[in-house]
């Protein structure tokens, strides 16, 4: 049985991640997806633009975008997908993570 995507993109998450990379004001080959310590619940998502592969790195290519993973962030996000969503609220990437245990109230972070 073939290994799951470390991370797949629903088509509004790709068509998102087009957009931003032909606002950027530099170069950049995709978005880098890694994790960070903070909130109620410990971790977070962080994205950002990615001008070049880093050390170590990951690299997801999905719906013709480049997705760089950051390589601490590797085991938590194994079979997660990467959704954007934007309603009369709030627009930002969605991520449904099956490693996740439990997310605090208000969804800015998560534990696994």
Known sequence: M?????ITLTDAAADRVKALISKSEKPVQGLRVGLRSR???????????A???KNLEEVVEDKGVKIFIDPTAVMFLIGSQMDYVEDKLQSGFVFKNPNEKSRCGCGESFSI
């Open 39 to 49: 909130g109620c619940s410990g971790m977070s998502y962080m994205v950002e633009y």
């Open 2 to 6: 073939p290994l799951p995507s470390v």
């Open 51 to 53: 001008e070049a592969k």
